[in-house]
Nanobody, 126 residues
Framework: QVQLVESGGGLVQAGGSLRLSCAAS????????MGWFRQAPGKEREFVGI????????IYADSVKGRFTISRDNAKNTVYLQMNSLKPEDTAVYYC???????????????????WGQGTQVTVSS
């Protein structure tokens, strides 16, 4: 079992920045990849990015590439999502997720993630 708790969401003006954190517990953190997803009202959950367990390589959705950065601190069992140059269309509930088995789809498929946090709201005003 893995427990994930996100924090750091809030209200920010367009062009601003926020850093989300996701604290993990329950299993060896360094043994699994961590992803970030988001879900806006009336829309499906959308892949934001992933950081691999082995080499911390990151992959991002085109919509956030160059603006968002994912990092992880294995000593603190925490993954971060640094969001810069925020836009109103970034408004959503943001979720972190642990990808342990990696089955059920590719890394950008929510179904391939095994554990999820409760989500944190990010609202970007224009």
């Amino acid at each position: 079992q893995v427990q994930l708790v996100e924090s750091g969401g809030g209200l920010v003006q367009a062009g601003g920045s926020l850093r989300l954190s996701c604290a993990a517990s329950g299993r060896t953190f360094s043994n699994y990849a961590m992803g970030w997803f988001r879900q806006a009202p009336g829309k499906e959950r959308e892949f934001v990015g992933i950081i691999r367990r082995s080499d911390s390589r990151t992959i991002y959705a085109d919509s956030v590439k160059g603006r968002f950065t994912i990092s992880r601190d294995n000593a603190k069992n925490t993954v971060y999502l640094q969001m810069n140059s925020l836009k109103p269309e970034d408004t959503a509930v943001y979720y972190c997720a642990a990808r342990i088995l990696g089955i059920g789809g590719s890394y950008y498929d929510a179904a391939s993630y095994d554990y999820w946090g409760q989500g944190t709201q990010v609202t970007v005003s224009s």
